[in-house]
């Protein structure tokens, strides 16, 4: 007999109280004992082995720049230059990155946060309003006081299918809350929809400050004390509340965010951008923890009001309003918490379109930071934890654009005989400094990931057209358009949104070519030649995916076309469903 959600509350013991697991039970009868509580999901970050790991990197990343800062191993002063500066964002944000991955043990839970689950909700009152079977209406306590929540699902025109999705989940959380449906799509299919799933709806008149606009608006209406964001493809487990809000039975607790995971990692564009988050959200947010520098990711976070109130509102003059609201949080003396459970689950882009609009829109908004609001600044409210923590964050997508100086460097090498190290240097000699950085890196990518995954650094290794736009916009102030990752609508073709990869593609192409034809016959290629080949075949790769992308979209849409046209019929037949034009609707004759 299945245990409801109300038995399991009542038998299931504190997770301090929980025994050694024991086999499951083999009759009817035999009684069933409570088993070990879920596998730690800070294990791997306390794991021994990833702290060797580092360590072995960090010597390699050490290692490396003293290699190419050496002087005897300089060569011609421009290529050298355009390694060097390349390899110093790198290598720093490498470095950066290690330092708060070796932090990421910490867990948040203490005490109070264990306390405060035991005692969010009130079993005689449950029984009493005869609500054992409905998890939904158990009213939230904190502080043996009852706490209201507001759940807002925030859309901008996506499909039915995925808001239906979304707001089943939301409304059968457990803990009493309201649910929102936040309409920017302005539809009238959405506003229905919503009614008959028993969640509000609410439409605003203007499309101001986007997403964060949307939540603004929102909070004019709903007046809970907390209130969640999620996004419309983001489907919430039922014990998102029950994980999340117990941490505000500390009252510095602004807000609580939690992963974006993703559940269509279907393709080689999703795969990537899925597999580049891994990372961030496994090892990287919860580092942050230790340093009181967790930032909001834009969904699957629970807020308090009385915070985002102390700073005005959700930040709405910036795209990435979810990094800057966290930062005037800090600066406010706020505390964020993360939490690598994994509380939802979406969608992730599969697109090459809606890959390089997201990245713009982030990468737009952490260069604003960097530009418009630096954390080093002496003004900014901030521990020193925090400011190299943001400082990471607005500068992170630098090592976006790194692969473009670094693409230029070969072709200086084969057309003009520059190059950026003394060519005395042997190929040994190379690869074991060039390894101690780059395999390394591989060798932790194996271990957080589970296997090197090579989408990954397709991905990164051509999406540097994306951030120097980015760093453009930011520089200039150009304004940058939202883009709803699952947003329904007609795709344009990829090739619209990656003219610069596809030229520098062809010219790689070309210049492998003389470079081929100027060492035929050498024993070995040179280090530019095969440096050069590499690059030219990570951005075929891209190329090809992007060819698979357009004929998969070309097939569906003649697809649509037949689904969407009349059957033809023949000379004095009828379709189903359909009268002859020339026959009156009762079906008689003329």
């Known amino acids: 007999m299945s245990v409801s959600e109300f038995d399991r509350l009542v038998v299931t013991p504190r997770r301090t109280q929980h025994v050694r697991s024991r086999p499951r039970p083999t009759g009817p009868t035999e009684e069933r004992r409570p088993t070990a509580p879920p596998r730690d999901e800070n294990a791997a970050a306390r794991s021994p082995s990833l702290g ?22 300089r060569g011609d002063a421009l290529p050298y230059v355009m390694v060097i500066t390349a390899e110093t964002v790198l290598v720093a944000q490498a470095l950066l990155a290690m330092w708060t991955v070796l932090s990421s043990g910490y867990d948040p839970r203490g005490f109070a946060f264990h306390h405060a689950q035991d005692r969010l909700f009130d079993l005689p009152e449950i029984v009493r309003d005869e609500a054992e079977d409905d998890p ?79 939540v603004n608006h929102a909070l004019t209406i709903a007046k809970g004390e907390y209130f969640v964001i ?10 998102l509340l029950v994980e999340t809000v117990p941490f505000f039975a500390e009252d510095d607790v ?47 976070v629970i807020f308090r009001r009385a915070a985002i109130d102390d700073v005005g509102g959700m930040y709405t003059d910036s795209k990435s309003e979810d990094v800057w609201t966290s930062l005037l949080l800090h600066e406010r003396g706020w505390r964020t918490v993360y939490i690598p459970t994994v509380l939802a689950l979406g969608d992730t882009p599969e697109t090459v379109e809606a890959y390089t609009k997201q990245q713009l829109r982030w990468a737009t908004g952490g260069f604003e930071i960097m530009l418009q609001h630096n954390p080093l600044s002496p003004r900014r409210r ?71 995954r090579w989408e990954v650094l397709m991905l990164a290794s051509v999406s540097f057209p994306i951030y120097t736009k980015a760093l453009w916009n930011a520089l200039t102030g150009k304004e940058q358009a939202w883009h709803v990752t699952g947003r329904a ?12 990869q596809v030229l520098f593609f062809a010219f790689l192409l070309i210049t492998s070519a003389v470079g081929v034809w100027k060492e035929w016959g050498d024993p070995w290629p040179s280090l530019a030649l095969a440096w050069n080949v590499t690059n030219t075949l990570i951005l075929g790769a891209f190329v090809v995916t992007a060819g698979r992308e357009a004929r998969q979209a070309r097939r569906g849409a003649v697809a649509a076309r037949h689904a969407a046209a009349p059957p033809e019929t023949t000379p004095g037949t009828t379709t189903p469903g359909l009268v002859p034009a020339l026959v009156p609707a009762t079906g008689g004759a003329a």
């Open 230 to 239: 999620l996004d419309a493809d983001f489907v919430p487990r039922p014990d």
């Open 52 to 73: 060797l790991i580092m360590m072995l990197a960090t010597l390699g990343v050490v290692a490396y720049a003293v290699f190419l800062l050496n002087p005897a191993n």
């Open 489 to 500: 609508g007609r795709a344009e073709s990829p090739f619209n949104f990656m003219v610069p």
């Open 136 to 214: 939904s209406r158990w009213r939230l306590y904190l502080h043996d006081r009852p706490v209201t929540v507001d759940v807002f699902i925030t859309t901008y025109g996506e499909s039915l299918d995925t808001i239906a999705r979304t707001v089943r989940a939301a409304v059968a959380m457990r803990g009493a809350h309201r649910t929102w449906v936040l309409d920017d799509g302005r539809s009238d299919a959405v506003r229905d929809l919503t009614a008959t799933l028993g969640a509000r709806y609410v439409r605003r008149l203007s499309s101001h400050g986007a997403k964060a606009g949307n």
């Open 254 to 300: 602004a807000f609580v965010q939690t992963p974006q995971t993703y559940g269509n990692l279907d393709n080689l564009v999703s795969r990537g951008a899925g597999y580049m988050q891994a990372v961030f959200y496994r090892f990287v947010q919860p580092g942050r923890n230790r340093f009181n520098a967790a930032f909001c990711v834009g969904t699957n």
């Open 382 to 452: 901030l521990t020193l934890d925090q400011r190299l923590q943001y400082t990471v964050t607005a500068t992170h997508y630098l090592t976006g654009i790194a692969p473009l100086v670094l693409l230029l460097v070969p072709p200086l090498q084969i057309y003009l005989d520059l190059t950026p190290m003394d060519l005395t240097i042997s190929w040994g000699t190379w690869l074991l400094y060039y390894a101690g950085f780059y395999a390394m890196q591989i060798a932790i990518a194996f271990f957080t990931l589970g296997s090197f």
